[in-house]
């Protein structure tokens, strides 16, 4: 039995925004380190074949509350702006699949599985796509700084043909980087606010 959460009507700025930003920052050298899918017949086996972003952010609760939300997959509808619907064909725990409905560029339904390799509350969760995928690993952790502060930080390894195939877009692979990195800027602010609003 598959469960499901509520689906969210694509907007244009959670696309025209990241994208006009992510051409900015490549014109400058700027930024930081019909539905398809991320279905393909091989998988990247060095780090030649991916791009790495990652960003941190201090998010002012407690490290079990930041855990408990932004390292349970089936939230991220909720905070991060490009996915549309999130499912799960399980509990909240390792060897569960993930099938995550997003916008990515222009393509405002892009598929992708991914299955939950580490949990390892409330420090560390880890979700990659299986063989046969291209690959994309999500990695995130969580660090204390006080009582009522967490570090959390958010790295993506994202397979360098994946952009123009769930885009369809001559170039895509250009503004790929800095597009993801203003991406993950505006869900983690998302995500701060939400958390400590509560």
């Not at 993930?98 to 598929?111: C, M």
């Not at 597009?179 to 993950?184: G, I, K, L, S, T």
Request: glycine fraction near 4%; charged fraction near 20%.
């Amino acid at each position: 039995m598959v469960n499901s959460l509520n689906t969210k009507h694509i907007r244009p700025f959670r696309i025209i925004i990241p994208l006009f930003l992510a051409m900015i920052a490549t014109q400058y050298g700027c930024g930081s380190d019909s539905a398809s899918s991320a279905f393909d017949n091989e998988k990247p086996v060095n780090p030649d074949d991916y791009f790495v972003v990652e960003r941190s952010i201090e998010i002012n609760r407690p490290i079990n509350v930041v855990f408990n939300y932004a390292g349970n997959p089936s939230f991220d509808i909720h905070w991060r702006n490009e996915v549309n619907e999130m499912t799960a064909d399980g509990p909240w725990a390792v060897g569960t699949n993930y099938y995550e409905d997003s916008t990515i560029l222009f393509n405002p339904h892009y598929l992708t599985v991914t299955k939950l390799e580490v949990l390892d509350p409330p420090f560390r969760m880890v979700v990659q796509t299986p063989p046969g995928h291209l690959h994309l690993r999500a990695e995130r952790t969580f660090k204390v700084i006080d009582d009522d502060t967490t570090m959390f930080t958010y790295q993506l390894q994202v397979d360098k043909r994946m952009p123009r195939k769930a885009s369809s877009m001559p170039g895509s692979g250009m503004v790929a980087k800095p597009y993801y990195y203003q991406v993950m800027k505006f869900y983690q602010w998302r995500l701060k606010r939400t958390l400590e609003s509560q």
